[in-house]
């Protein structure tokens, strides 16, 4: 089953432009990742953020996570038409063992920039 | 380049039929998971091995089952195909499957299976 929704579905921006990218789960979770995907293939991990971490930047990547409402925001700034693919949030929770470590991811959000 | 390959790229079956997917798991990585990626879909965890060993399992049924080897590969087998196992196949190898909080997950570039 999915853990994370995220919001939009489709997103389409001009070059330049900031995206930003809305994820939202159901349990409580150890961290929250975000992955790219391009064209079908094989998922490029960005950015983790921590369950007791609120903000992370990484390059152009800003990521916030609100564990009160269970949602993440991914942010992109000054997007390139490179930016252009899916994008996943992937929760993970250990189980009691401490073991069967595992993603659950979302539906994700297809960006298209426009150059 | 996340230093994870997968063999093949493209697959065609037909209902029944058997297919072994592989993996080759970064050097160092003892764990690793398969996950299924229906189209429009995000993927979906199937199983994790550590060390050989099943780790966990998702909503899947027996006929998904694999084998890890200790030179770092690794194997998804399914048996007698259904239409709906069509998808894209992703294995991802990390340092630990437990004990480390966050352990980022490489995947490869994914196996397209079509069930006919």
């Known amino acids: 089953s999915q853990q994370g929704e995220e919001d939009p579905q489709a997103l389409s921006i001009q070059e330049g432009e900031n995206a930003t990218m809305n994820c939202s789960y159901k349990t409580s979770i150890n961290n929250l990742q975000w992955y790219r995907q391009n064209s079908g293939r094989g998922l490029v991990h960005l950015i983790l953020?921590?369950?007791?971490?609120r903000e992370k930047h990484s390059g152009r990547l800003r990521v916030t996570l609100d564990t009160s409402k269970k949602s993440s925001s991914l942010l992109i700034t000054a997007s390139r038409a490179a930016d252009t693919a899916s994008y996943f949030c992937a929760t993970d929770r250990r189980n009691s063992g401490g073991s069967n470590y595992k993603l659950t991811f979302g539906k994700g959000t297809l960006l298209t920039v426009n150059p | 380049e996340t230093g994870v390959t997968q063999s093949p790229t493209h697959l065609i079956k037909t209902r029944g039929q058997q297919v072994t997917l592989r993996c080759s798991s970064q050097?160092?990585?003892?764990?690793v998971s398969w996950y299924q990626q229906a189209l429009g879909q995000g993927p979906q965890f199937i199983f994790q091995y550590y060390r050989e060993e099943e780790n966990g399992r998702g909503n899947f049924p027996p006929r998904f089952s694999g084998l890890q080897f200790p030179n770092y590969s690794s194997e998804l087998n399914v048996n007698a195909l259904e239409l709906d196992d069509s998808a894209l196949y992703l294995c991802a190898s990390s340092l630990e499957g437990w004990g480390l909080a966050g352990d980022t997950q490489y995947f490869g570039p994914g196996t397209r299976l079509t069930v006919l």
């Open positions: 050097s160092g990585h003892n764990t």
């Open positions: 953020i921590r369950s007791n971490e």
